[in-house]
Protein backbone atom coordinates (compact mmCIF):
# COMPACT_ATOMS: atom_id res chain seq x y z
CA UNK A 1 0.00 0.00 0.00
CA UNK A 2 1.19 3.69 -0.95
CA UNK A 3 2.09 5.54 2.19
CA UNK A 4 3.29 2.81 4.45
CA UNK A 5 6.85 4.63 4.69
CA UNK A 6 5.25 7.78 5.39
CA UNK A 7 3.28 6.49 8.24
CA UNK A 8 6.56 5.08 9.34
CA UNK A 9 8.55 8.15 8.80
CA UNK A 10 5.76 10.39 10.61
CA UNK A 11 5.75 8.32 13.86
CA UNK A 12 9.57 8.57 14.32
CA UNK A 13 8.94 12.61 14.02
CA UNK A 14 6.60 12.26 16.53
CA UNK A 15 8.47 10.02 18.40
CA UNK A 16 11.12 12.78 18.13
CA UNK A 17 8.76 15.73 18.58
CA UNK A 18 7.58 14.44 22.10
CA UNK A 19 10.63 12.68 23.34
CA UNK A 20 12.50 16.13 23.27
CA UNK A 21 10.31 17.18 25.24
CA UNK A 22 10.19 14.37 27.92
CA UNK A 23 13.93 12.84 27.66
CA UNK A 24 16.61 15.45 27.93
CA UNK A 25 19.24 12.74 26.57
CA UNK A 26 17.86 13.73 23.30
CA UNK A 27 18.81 16.95 23.34
CA UNK A 28 22.42 16.96 22.24
CA UNK A 29 22.54 20.64 22.09
CA UNK A 30 24.75 22.54 24.47
CA UNK A 31 23.33 26.41 25.12
CA UNK A 32 26.36 27.98 24.79
CA UNK A 33 26.93 31.07 27.01
CA UNK A 34 24.95 29.30 30.05
CA UNK A 35 26.34 25.84 29.78
CA UNK A 36 29.57 24.77 28.33
CA UNK A 37 30.80 21.60 27.34
CA UNK A 38 33.98 20.27 29.73
CA UNK A 39 37.30 20.89 27.68
CA UNK A 40 39.34 17.77 27.16
CA UNK A 41 42.91 18.17 28.83
CA UNK A 42 44.60 17.98 25.34
CA UNK A 43 42.68 21.35 24.25
CA UNK A 44 44.32 23.96 22.91
CA UNK A 45 43.61 27.71 21.76
CA UNK A 46 46.07 30.70 22.33
CA UNK A 47 49.73 30.27 23.92
CA UNK A 48 50.29 32.01 27.58
CA UNK A 49 53.30 32.57 29.75
CA UNK A 50 53.64 30.56 33.03
CA UNK A 51 55.22 32.09 35.91
CA UNK A 52 56.01 30.53 39.50
CA UNK A 53 55.42 31.88 42.47
CA UNK A 54 52.73 34.44 43.41
CA UNK A 55 54.66 37.83 41.48
CA UNK A 56 53.92 37.29 37.34
CA UNK A 57 56.86 39.67 36.65
CA UNK A 58 59.24 37.85 39.23
CA UNK A 59 58.47 34.74 38.21
CA UNK A 60 58.01 34.67 34.73
CA UNK A 61 59.78 31.78 33.35
CA UNK A 62 60.44 32.77 30.34
CA UNK A 63 64.54 34.55 29.35
CA UNK A 64 63.37 36.42 26.31
CA UNK A 65 65.40 34.14 24.04
CA UNK A 66 63.41 35.01 21.49
CA UNK A 67 63.60 31.22 20.17
CA UNK A 68 59.56 31.09 19.81
CA UNK A 69 59.51 34.48 18.15
CA UNK A 70 61.61 33.48 15.37
CA UNK A 71 59.58 29.98 14.88
CA UNK A 72 56.09 31.45 14.94
CA UNK A 73 54.95 30.83 11.47
CA UNK A 74 52.74 33.52 10.94
CA UNK A 75 55.13 35.90 13.34
CA UNK A 76 51.82 36.96 15.86
CA UNK A 77 55.00 37.25 18.89
CA UNK A 78 56.58 40.55 19.26
CA UNK A 79 59.50 40.35 22.06
CA UNK A 80 61.55 42.84 23.77
CA UNK A 81 64.96 41.79 25.89
CA UNK A 82 65.39 43.56 28.73
CA UNK A 83 68.54 45.38 29.87
CA UNK A 84 69.21 43.87 33.58
CA UNK A 85 68.64 40.04 34.30
CA UNK A 86 66.87 38.08 37.36
CA UNK A 87 67.03 34.83 38.30
CA UNK A 88 64.98 32.95 36.11
CA UNK A 89 62.54 29.45 36.95
CA UNK A 90 66.11 27.36 37.64
CA UNK A 91 68.05 30.30 39.55
CA UNK A 92 70.23 31.27 36.99
CA UNK A 93 70.64 34.95 36.38
CA UNK A 94 68.69 35.57 32.87
CA UNK A 95 67.44 38.52 31.18
CA UNK A 96 63.83 38.35 30.70
CA UNK A 97 60.94 39.81 28.44
CA UNK A 98 60.68 43.46 28.82
CA UNK A 99 58.02 43.46 26.12
CA UNK A 100 56.23 39.89 25.34
CA UNK A 101 52.62 40.61 22.95
CA UNK A 102 51.21 38.07 20.93
CA UNK A 103 48.59 39.31 18.51
CA UNK A 104 46.52 36.36 18.49
CA UNK A 105 44.00 37.81 15.70
CA UNK A 106 47.18 36.55 14.01
CA UNK A 107 48.12 33.18 15.69
CA UNK A 108 47.16 30.09 14.25
CA UNK A 109 47.51 27.76 17.35
CA UNK A 110 50.25 25.66 15.71
CA UNK A 111 52.11 25.11 19.41
CA UNK A 112 55.16 25.36 17.92
CA UNK A 113 56.65 28.11 20.40
CA UNK A 114 55.63 25.27 22.87
CA UNK A 115 57.56 22.56 21.00
CA UNK A 116 60.36 25.18 21.05
CA UNK A 117 61.00 26.75 24.04
CA UNK A 118 63.64 25.00 26.25
CA UNK A 119 62.44 26.89 29.54
CA UNK A 120 59.28 25.54 29.51
CA UNK A 121 57.80 29.24 29.18
CA UNK A 122 55.27 29.61 27.21
CA UNK A 123 52.16 26.97 26.78
CA UNK A 124 48.85 26.55 25.24
CA UNK A 125 45.87 28.10 27.50
CA UNK A 126 42.55 26.88 26.83
CA UNK A 127 40.82 30.08 27.02
CA UNK A 128 38.18 30.40 24.14
CA UNK A 129 35.58 33.21 24.73
CA UNK A 130 37.77 36.22 24.01
CA UNK A 131 35.14 38.01 21.98
CA UNK A 132 36.24 42.02 22.03
CA UNK A 133 35.10 45.04 20.42
CA UNK A 134 38.02 46.49 19.42
CA UNK A 135 39.68 44.42 16.91
CA UNK A 136 43.13 45.66 17.18
CA UNK A 137 43.98 46.57 20.64
CA UNK A 138 41.59 43.87 22.07
CA UNK A 139 43.08 41.00 20.38
CA UNK A 140 47.21 42.36 20.96
CA UNK A 141 47.87 40.57 24.64
CA UNK A 142 50.46 41.99 26.33
CA UNK A 143 52.75 40.20 28.80
CA UNK A 144 50.55 41.40 32.14
CA UNK A 145 47.20 39.50 30.13
CA UNK A 146 49.76 36.31 28.80
CA UNK A 147 51.21 35.83 32.44
CA UNK A 148 49.55 32.99 33.77
CA UNK A 149 50.40 31.22 37.20
CA UNK A 150 51.67 27.70 37.68
CA UNK A 151 48.72 26.77 39.54
CA UNK A 152 46.19 27.37 36.55
CA UNK A 153 48.32 25.63 34.09
CA UNK A 154 48.01 22.46 36.38
CA UNK A 155 44.49 23.23 36.20
CA UNK A 156 43.77 23.50 32.79
CA UNK A 157 46.67 20.83 31.90
CA UNK A 158 47.46 18.48 34.98
CA UNK A 159 49.82 15.93 33.63
CA UNK A 160 51.94 17.60 31.36
CA UNK A 161 52.45 20.34 34.25
CA UNK A 162 53.25 17.81 36.48
CA UNK A 163 55.87 16.43 34.04
CA UNK A 164 57.43 19.77 33.59
CA UNK A 165 57.33 20.30 37.24
CA UNK A 166 59.69 17.46 37.78
CA UNK A 167 61.61 18.35 35.15
CA UNK A 168 61.72 21.87 36.26
CA UNK A 169 62.77 20.38 39.82
CA UNK A 170 65.70 18.00 38.69
CA UNK A 171 66.96 20.72 36.53
CA UNK A 172 66.58 23.44 39.48
CA UNK A 173 68.38 20.85 42.06
CA UNK A 174 71.16 20.56 39.44
CA UNK A 175 71.70 23.70 39.24
CA UNK A 176 71.68 23.83 42.92
CA UNK A 177 74.16 20.97 43.18
CA UNK A 178 76.55 22.68 40.19
CA UNK A 179 76.52 26.10 42.02
CA UNK A 180 77.88 23.99 45.29
CA UNK A 181 80.43 22.54 43.95
CA UNK A 182 81.02 25.78 42.28
CA UNK A 183 80.89 27.44 45.75
CA UNK A 184 83.30 24.78 47.25
CA UNK A 185 85.65 24.78 44.50
CA UNK A 186 86.57 28.35 44.77
CA UNK A 187 86.34 27.97 48.52
CA UNK A 188 89.28 25.31 48.22
CA UNK A 189 90.33 27.22 45.76
CA UNK A 190 90.84 30.37 48.26
CA UNK A 191 92.12 28.25 50.91
CA UNK A 192 94.79 26.88 48.65
CA UNK A 193 95.33 30.48 47.56
CA UNK A 194 95.60 30.94 51.38
CA UNK A 195 97.84 28.00 52.45
CA UNK A 196 100.53 28.31 49.85
CA UNK A 197 102.55 31.80 50.16
CA UNK A 198 103.96 31.30 46.96
CA UNK A 199 101.63 31.54 44.28
CA UNK A 200 102.44 29.39 41.35
CA UNK A 201 100.55 29.55 38.29
CA UNK A 202 98.67 26.36 38.07
CA UNK A 203 96.04 25.09 35.53
CA UNK A 204 92.63 25.57 36.58
CA UNK A 205 91.62 21.69 35.29
CA UNK A 206 94.09 20.31 36.45
CA UNK A 207 93.40 21.60 40.06
CA UNK A 208 89.78 20.24 39.81
CA UNK A 209 90.47 16.84 38.68
CA UNK B 1 -24.44 34.48 26.34
CA UNK B 2 -22.56 32.13 24.37
CA UNK B 3 -24.94 33.32 21.19
CA UNK B 4 -23.28 36.76 21.73
CA UNK B 5 -19.35 35.72 22.15
CA UNK B 6 -20.17 33.79 18.60
CA UNK B 7 -21.11 37.23 16.91
CA UNK B 8 -19.09 39.37 18.88
CA UNK B 9 -16.86 40.42 15.87
CA UNK B 10 -20.20 40.84 14.15
CA UNK B 11 -21.89 43.15 16.68
CA UNK B 12 -18.86 44.94 16.95
CA UNK B 13 -19.18 45.79 13.56
CA UNK B 14 -22.55 46.80 12.99
CA UNK B 15 -21.97 48.95 16.27
CA UNK B 16 -19.27 50.78 14.74
CA UNK B 17 -20.86 51.04 11.56
CA UNK B 18 -23.75 52.95 13.75
CA UNK B 19 -21.27 55.94 14.09
CA UNK B 20 -21.02 56.08 10.25
CA UNK B 21 -22.62 58.35 7.86
CA UNK B 22 -24.93 56.52 5.51
CA UNK B 23 -22.93 57.56 2.55
CA UNK B 24 -20.06 55.89 3.67
CA UNK B 25 -21.50 52.99 5.17
CA UNK B 26 -20.91 50.58 2.38
CA UNK B 27 -16.70 51.69 2.10
CA UNK B 28 -16.75 51.52 6.05
CA UNK B 29 -18.35 47.99 6.25
CA UNK B 30 -15.81 46.85 3.69
CA UNK B 31 -13.15 47.87 5.60
CA UNK B 32 -14.24 46.74 8.99
CA UNK B 33 -14.16 43.33 7.48
CA UNK B 34 -11.17 43.28 5.74
CA UNK B 35 -9.06 44.98 8.06
CA UNK B 36 -9.33 42.45 10.61
CA UNK B 37 -8.17 39.49 8.07
CA UNK B 38 -5.50 41.79 7.01
CA UNK B 39 -4.34 41.76 10.55
CA UNK B 40 -5.53 38.61 12.02
CA UNK B 41 -3.48 36.38 9.26
CA UNK B 42 -0.26 38.23 9.27
CA UNK B 43 -0.34 37.65 12.98
CA UNK B 44 -0.64 34.03 12.39
CA UNK B 45 1.95 33.75 10.08
CA UNK B 46 4.01 35.55 12.27
CA UNK B 47 3.08 33.08 15.47
CA UNK B 48 3.70 30.00 12.52
CA UNK B 49 7.14 30.73 11.80
CA UNK B 50 8.27 30.71 15.09
CA UNK B 51 6.31 27.69 15.69
CA UNK B 52 7.96 26.04 12.49
CA UNK B 53 10.96 26.36 13.62
CA UNK B 54 10.21 24.81 17.31
CA UNK B 55 8.72 22.13 16.09
CA UNK B 56 10.87 21.48 13.65
CA UNK B 57 13.52 21.98 15.67
CA UNK B 58 12.00 19.36 17.97
CA UNK B 59 11.31 16.89 15.31
CA UNK B 60 15.72 17.10 15.16
CA UNK B 61 16.04 16.73 18.38
CA UNK B 62 16.74 20.71 18.55
CA UNK B 63 15.63 23.13 20.87
CA UNK B 64 15.17 25.60 18.29
CA UNK B 65 15.10 29.52 18.58
CA UNK B 66 14.71 30.06 22.88
CA UNK B 67 16.54 33.30 22.45
CA UNK B 68 14.90 36.19 21.75
CA UNK B 69 12.21 37.19 24.33
CA UNK B 70 10.04 34.39 26.26
CA UNK B 71 10.54 30.87 24.84
CA UNK B 72 11.93 32.96 21.30
CA UNK B 73 8.47 34.15 20.45
CA UNK B 74 9.46 37.86 19.84
CA UNK B 75 11.83 35.83 16.95
CA UNK B 76 9.37 36.88 13.98
CA UNK B 77 9.71 40.28 15.80
CA UNK B 78 13.11 40.42 15.16
CA UNK B 79 13.06 38.71 11.91
CA UNK B 80 10.72 41.47 10.79
CA UNK B 81 12.97 44.49 11.86
CA UNK B 82 16.01 42.41 9.97
CA UNK B 83 14.32 41.94 7.21
CA UNK B 84 13.09 45.87 6.80
CA UNK B 85 16.53 46.63 7.74
CA UNK B 86 18.09 44.82 4.70
CA UNK B 87 19.59 46.82 1.81
CA UNK B 88 17.11 46.14 -0.90
CA UNK B 89 19.29 44.86 -3.93
CA UNK B 90 17.47 44.82 -7.21
CA UNK B 91 19.90 43.04 -9.93
CA UNK B 92 21.06 45.60 -12.60
CA UNK B 93 19.22 44.32 -15.70
CA UNK B 94 16.50 43.05 -14.01
CA UNK B 95 13.03 44.06 -15.21
CA UNK B 96 12.70 46.86 -12.23
CA UNK B 97 8.86 47.04 -12.39
CA UNK B 98 7.99 43.43 -12.57
CA UNK B 99 10.25 42.53 -9.93
CA UNK B 100 8.95 44.91 -7.47
CA UNK B 101 5.45 43.74 -8.63
CA UNK B 102 5.62 40.50 -8.27
CA UNK B 103 6.13 39.81 -4.43
CA UNK B 104 3.53 42.62 -4.16
CA UNK B 105 0.89 40.82 -6.39
CA UNK B 106 1.82 37.37 -4.34
CA UNK B 107 0.65 38.71 -1.30
CA UNK B 108 -2.37 40.68 -2.17
CA UNK B 109 -3.53 37.51 -4.50
CA UNK B 110 -3.20 35.39 -1.32
CA UNK B 111 -5.08 37.92 0.68
CA UNK B 112 -7.70 38.03 -1.75
CA UNK B 113 -8.36 34.51 -1.16
CA UNK B 114 -9.81 34.95 2.32
CA UNK B 115 -12.31 37.22 0.81
CA UNK B 116 -14.83 34.21 0.80
CA UNK B 117 -13.89 31.65 3.60
CA UNK B 118 -16.09 32.02 6.25
CA UNK B 119 -14.18 32.21 9.24
CA UNK B 120 -16.93 32.00 11.80
CA UNK B 121 -20.74 31.97 11.77
CA UNK B 122 -21.83 35.08 9.62
CA UNK B 123 -18.57 36.14 9.44
CA UNK B 124 -17.26 36.42 5.65
CA UNK B 125 -16.16 39.18 3.88
CA UNK B 126 -17.91 38.38 0.89
CA UNK B 127 -20.69 35.84 0.13
CA UNK B 128 -20.29 35.26 -3.49
CA UNK B 129 -22.65 32.02 -5.11
CA UNK B 130 -19.51 31.36 -7.10
CA UNK B 131 -17.23 31.29 -3.63
CA UNK B 132 -15.12 28.20 -4.40
CA UNK B 133 -14.65 29.36 -8.10
CA UNK B 134 -13.29 32.70 -7.20
CA UNK B 135 -11.09 30.92 -4.70
CA UNK B 136 -9.55 29.08 -7.12
CA UNK B 137 -9.31 31.70 -9.79
CA UNK B 138 -7.24 33.61 -7.31
CA UNK B 139 -5.27 31.13 -6.17
CA UNK B 140 -3.75 30.92 -9.96
CA UNK B 141 -3.05 34.65 -9.53
CA UNK B 142 -0.33 33.42 -6.82
CA UNK B 143 1.44 31.18 -9.99
CA UNK B 144 1.14 33.96 -12.21
CA UNK B 145 3.55 36.29 -9.63
CA UNK B 146 5.85 33.59 -8.86
CA UNK B 147 6.50 33.43 -13.13
CA UNK B 148 6.44 37.35 -12.62
CA UNK B 149 9.64 36.93 -9.98
CA UNK B 150 11.79 34.12 -11.45
CA UNK B 151 11.34 36.05 -14.77
CA UNK B 152 11.85 39.64 -14.44
CA UNK B 153 15.24 39.02 -11.77
CA UNK B 154 17.15 37.83 -15.41
CA UNK B 155 18.72 35.24 -13.92
CA UNK B 156 19.18 31.02 -14.30
CA UNK B 157 18.54 30.27 -11.34
CA UNK B 158 15.18 32.63 -10.77
CA UNK B 159 14.08 31.34 -14.61
CA UNK B 160 14.83 27.86 -13.50
CA UNK B 161 12.86 27.99 -10.27
CA UNK B 162 10.10 29.69 -11.82
CA UNK B 163 9.63 26.92 -14.51
CA UNK B 164 9.64 24.22 -11.77
CA UNK B 165 7.35 25.78 -9.14
CA UNK B 166 4.47 27.21 -12.76
CA UNK B 167 5.07 22.90 -13.47
CA UNK B 168 4.44 21.91 -10.20
CA UNK B 169 1.43 24.18 -9.45
CA UNK B 170 -0.11 24.01 -12.90
CA UNK B 171 -0.16 20.08 -12.30
CA UNK B 172 -1.68 20.05 -8.85
CA UNK B 173 -4.29 22.61 -9.57
CA UNK B 174 -6.01 20.17 -11.42
CA UNK B 175 -6.41 17.47 -8.58
CA UNK B 176 -6.81 20.72 -6.20
CA UNK B 177 -9.64 21.74 -7.94
CA UNK B 178 -11.12 17.93 -8.85
CA UNK B 179 -10.67 17.44 -5.37
CA UNK B 180 -13.21 20.07 -4.46
CA UNK B 181 -15.68 19.08 -7.30
CA UNK B 182 -16.68 16.38 -4.86
CA UNK B 183 -18.11 19.08 -2.21
CA UNK B 184 -19.65 20.66 -5.01
CA UNK B 185 -21.71 17.75 -6.36
CA UNK B 186 -22.93 16.90 -2.73
CA UNK B 187 -23.50 20.59 -1.90
CA UNK B 188 -25.17 21.41 -4.79
CA UNK B 189 -23.46 25.00 -4.39
CA UNK B 190 -20.11 26.70 -5.06
CA UNK B 191 -20.80 29.28 -2.04
CA UNK B 192 -18.74 28.53 0.95
CA UNK B 193 -20.90 29.66 3.15
CA UNK B 194 -23.93 27.15 2.14
CA UNK B 195 -20.92 24.22 2.25
CA UNK B 196 -20.42 25.60 6.06
CA UNK B 197 -24.07 25.04 6.54
CA UNK B 198 -24.67 21.92 4.93
CA UNK B 199 -21.91 20.51 7.14
CA UNK B 200 -23.27 22.13 10.27
CA UNK B 201 -26.02 19.83 11.09
CA UNK B 202 -25.47 16.91 13.98
CA UNK B 203 -26.34 13.56 14.03
CA UNK B 204 -26.86 12.61 17.64
CA UNK B 205 -23.13 14.50 18.92
CA UNK B 206 -21.49 13.18 15.37
CA UNK B 207 -21.27 16.40 12.72
CA UNK B 208 -22.03 16.62 9.52
CA UNK B 209 -18.95 16.73 8.21
CA UNK B 210 -17.74 15.98 4.52
CA UNK B 211 -14.69 14.44 5.98
CA UNK B 212 -16.89 11.53 7.32
CA UNK B 213 -17.72 9.99 4.35
CA UNK B 214 -15.50 7.68 2.12
CA UNK B 215 -15.42 10.03 -0.48
CA UNK B 216 -14.89 12.98 1.61
CA UNK B 217 -12.04 11.18 3.69
CA UNK B 218 -10.34 10.81 0.22
CA UNK B 219 -11.05 13.99 -1.27
CA UNK B 220 -9.20 15.36 1.56
CA UNK B 221 -6.61 13.56 1.64
CA UNK B 222 -6.07 14.54 -1.92
CA UNK B 223 -7.01 18.01 -1.63
CA UNK B 224 -4.58 18.10 1.03
CA UNK B 225 -1.59 16.70 -0.71
CA UNK B 226 -2.47 19.25 -3.54
CA UNK B 227 -2.72 21.84 -1.37
CA UNK B 228 1.25 21.26 0.04
CA UNK B 229 2.34 21.59 -3.49
CA UNK B 230 0.32 24.15 -4.58
CA UNK B 231 1.96 26.25 -1.87
CA UNK B 232 5.04 24.88 -2.62
CA UNK B 233 5.88 23.11 1.24
CA UNK B 234 8.09 20.28 1.59
CA UNK B 235 8.06 17.84 0.57
CA UNK B 236 7.35 19.55 -3.22
CA UNK B 237 9.38 22.31 -2.31
CA UNK B 238 11.66 21.70 -5.46
CA UNK B 239 11.22 25.61 -6.61
CA UNK B 240 12.98 26.22 -3.85
CA UNK B 241 15.64 23.55 -3.76
CA UNK B 242 18.71 24.76 -1.80
CA UNK B 243 20.73 21.97 -3.33
CA UNK B 244 20.31 22.37 -7.06
CA UNK B 245 18.22 26.00 -7.83
CA UNK B 246 19.79 28.07 -4.57
CA UNK B 247 16.17 29.72 -3.61
CA UNK B 248 14.35 29.41 -7.02
CA UNK B 249 12.41 32.10 -7.89
CA UNK B 250 12.98 34.71 -5.33
CA UNK B 251 17.22 34.14 -5.64
CA UNK B 252 17.13 37.39 -6.74
CA UNK B 253 14.99 39.34 -3.44
CA UNK B 254 16.59 40.33 -0.45
CA UNK B 255 15.00 42.24 2.30
CA UNK B 256 11.25 42.70 2.53
CA UNK B 257 10.79 41.78 -0.73
CA UNK B 258 11.75 38.17 0.51
CA UNK B 259 10.02 38.49 3.63
CA UNK B 260 6.77 39.24 1.55
CA UNK B 261 7.09 36.15 -0.65
CA UNK B 262 7.62 34.29 2.90
CA UNK B 263 4.21 36.00 4.05
CA UNK B 264 2.56 35.28 0.58
CA UNK B 265 3.43 31.79 0.64
CA UNK B 266 2.38 31.30 4.26
CA UNK B 267 -0.90 33.29 3.59
CA UNK B 268 -1.31 30.76 0.57
CA UNK B 269 -0.95 27.61 2.83
CA UNK B 270 -3.51 29.18 5.26
CA UNK B 271 -5.78 30.27 3.00
CA UNK B 272 -6.36 26.55 0.71
CA UNK B 273 -5.64 25.23 4.25
CA UNK B 274 -9.15 27.39 5.57
CA UNK B 275 -10.32 26.33 2.13
CA UNK B 276 -9.99 22.17 3.34
CA UNK B 277 -11.41 23.19 6.58
CA UNK B 278 -14.24 24.75 4.53
CA UNK B 279 -15.28 22.48 2.38
CA UNK B 280 -14.02 19.21 4.22
CA UNK B 281 -14.20 19.93 8.21
CA UNK B 282 -17.39 21.66 8.65
CA UNK B 283 -15.63 25.23 8.67
CA UNK B 284 -16.85 27.25 11.71
CA UNK B 285 -18.55 24.05 13.16
CA UNK B 286 -18.42 22.16 16.33
CA UNK B 287 -16.55 18.65 16.00
CA UNK B 288 -19.02 17.20 18.27
CA UNK B 289 -22.66 18.89 19.12
CA UNK B 290 -22.34 18.98 23.00
CA UNK B 291 -19.01 21.96 21.60
CA UNK B 292 -20.98 23.94 20.28
CA UNK B 293 -21.16 26.78 22.88
CA UNK B 294 -17.71 27.33 22.08
CA UNK B 295 -17.60 30.52 19.71
CA UNK B 296 -17.21 29.58 15.98
CA UNK B 297 -14.54 31.56 14.85
CA UNK B 298 -12.35 29.78 17.27
CA UNK B 299 -13.27 26.21 16.27
CA UNK B 300 -12.01 28.00 12.75
CA UNK B 301 -8.79 29.26 13.90
CA UNK B 302 -8.10 25.89 16.13
CA UNK B 303 -9.08 23.50 12.80
CA UNK B 304 -6.70 25.55 11.11
CA UNK B 305 -3.96 25.84 13.14
CA UNK B 306 -4.14 21.62 13.60
CA UNK B 307 -4.08 21.55 9.92
CA UNK B 308 -0.67 23.84 9.81
CA UNK B 309 0.58 21.87 12.96
CA UNK B 310 0.37 18.44 10.28
CA UNK B 311 2.28 20.70 7.74
CA UNK B 312 5.27 21.30 9.91
CA UNK B 313 4.53 17.70 10.97
CA UNK B 314 4.60 16.57 7.02
CA UNK B 315 7.86 19.00 6.54
CA UNK B 316 9.72 17.98 9.19
CA UNK B 317 9.52 14.32 8.19
CA UNK B 318 9.35 13.94 4.40
CA UNK B 319 12.72 14.59 2.20
CA UNK B 320 11.83 16.65 -1.01
CA UNK B 321 10.64 15.02 -3.99
CA UNK B 322 12.43 14.54 -7.37
CA UNK B 323 10.96 16.42 -10.45
CA UNK B 324 9.89 13.12 -12.44
CA UNK B 325 8.38 11.78 -8.73
CA UNK B 326 6.72 14.64 -8.13
CA UNK B 327 5.07 14.77 -11.57
CA UNK B 328 4.52 11.47 -11.98
CA UNK B 329 2.56 11.65 -8.63
CA UNK B 330 0.58 14.06 -9.45
CA UNK B 331 -0.54 12.66 -13.15
CA UNK B 332 -0.69 9.02 -12.02
CA UNK B 333 -1.84 8.95 -8.88
CA UNK B 334 -3.25 12.05 -6.94
CA UNK B 335 -5.28 12.76 -10.93
CA UNK B 336 -6.52 9.68 -11.41
CA UNK B 337 -8.02 9.03 -7.92
CA UNK B 338 -9.59 12.61 -8.01
CA UNK B 339 -11.00 11.59 -11.00
CA UNK B 340 -12.17 8.38 -9.19
CA UNK B 341 -13.45 10.24 -6.33
CA UNK B 342 -16.35 11.97 -8.39
CA UNK B 343 -17.36 8.64 -9.40
CA UNK B 344 -17.49 7.76 -5.52
CA UNK B 345 -19.61 11.01 -4.77
CA UNK B 346 -22.54 10.33 -7.16
CA UNK B 347 -22.54 6.27 -6.29
CA UNK B 348 -22.66 7.49 -2.87
CA UNK B 349 -25.54 10.21 -3.84
CA UNK B 350 -27.83 7.48 -5.78
CA UNK B 351 -26.95 4.45 -3.20
CA UNK B 352 -29.37 4.06 0.08
CA UNK B 353 -27.96 5.36 3.73
CA UNK B 354 -26.54 2.75 5.33
CA UNK B 355 -23.22 -0.12 5.94
CA UNK B 356 -23.87 -0.85 1.85
CA UNK B 357 -23.09 2.11 0.43
CA UNK B 358 -19.95 2.77 3.06
CA UNK B 359 -18.77 -1.04 1.72
CA UNK B 360 -19.16 -0.58 -1.69
CA UNK B 361 -17.69 3.09 -1.82
CA UNK B 362 -14.72 1.65 -0.24
CA UNK B 363 -14.18 -1.04 -2.62
CA UNK B 364 -14.33 1.11 -5.27
CA UNK B 365 -11.58 3.46 -3.50
CA UNK B 366 -9.33 0.97 -2.13
CA UNK B 367 -8.72 -0.97 -5.27
CA UNK B 368 -7.61 1.24 -7.56
CA UNK B 369 -5.64 2.88 -5.00
CA UNK B 370 -3.55 -0.48 -4.22
CA UNK B 371 -3.06 -0.84 -8.19
CA UNK B 372 -2.18 2.25 -8.52
CA UNK B 373 0.23 2.37 -6.15
CA UNK B 374 1.39 -0.88 -7.25
CA UNK B 375 1.63 0.57 -10.65
CA UNK B 376 3.62 3.64 -9.11
CA UNK B 377 6.01 1.51 -6.66
CA UNK B 378 6.97 -0.93 -10.11
CA UNK B 379 8.77 1.79 -11.61
CA UNK B 380 10.62 2.51 -8.79
CA UNK B 381 12.16 -1.15 -10.08
CA UNK B 382 16.47 0.06 -9.34
CA UNK B 383 18.97 -1.28 -11.86
CA UNK B 384 22.72 -1.39 -12.79
CA UNK B 385 23.75 1.02 -14.85
CA UNK B 386 25.58 -0.35 -17.61
CA UNK B 387 27.62 1.70 -19.69
CA UNK B 388 28.68 1.23 -23.45
CA UNK B 389 32.17 3.26 -23.57
CA UNK B 390 32.96 4.59 -20.39
CA UNK B 391 34.19 0.90 -18.28
Redesign the interface.
Known sequence: MIGNGILKGLTETARNFFGSYVGKDRLTTVQYPEERVPQIEAARNFPFLVFDGSDPNAGLRCVACQICEKECPPKCIFITKSADKKPDAVGKQQFYPAVFDIDISVCMSCQICVEVCPFDAIKMDVEYDLPTDDRFAGLLFKKDRLAKSNEYYHEIHPTEASAVDAALAAERAATAAKAKAAAEAAQAKAAAAAAAPAPEPQPVGGEKR | MTQMFDQIFVIAKHWLLGYVPAVAQPLASAILSVVPVLIAFPLLFAITTVLERK?LG??????GPNRTGPAGFFQPIADGIKSLTKEDIVPLSADHIVHFLAPVLIVVAAFMAYAVLPIGRNMVILNLNAGVLFFFAIGSVVELSVFMAGWSSRSKYSLLGAMRAIAQMISYEVPLVLATVVVIMQAGSLSTVTIVERQAGYTGIWPHWYLFTPWGIVGFVLFMIAATAESNRSPFDLPEGESEIIAGYYIEYSGFKFALFFLGEYLGMFATSGMAITLFLGGWSAPLSVFTFVPSWIWFFAKLLVLIGGFI??R???PRLRMDQLMNFAWE?ILPMSLLNMLIAGVWHFMAPGVVRWLVCSAIIATP??L??AG??KKKRLMVRTYEFAE
Do not use: D, E, V
Open positions: GRIQNRYWIGTLFCILSLR
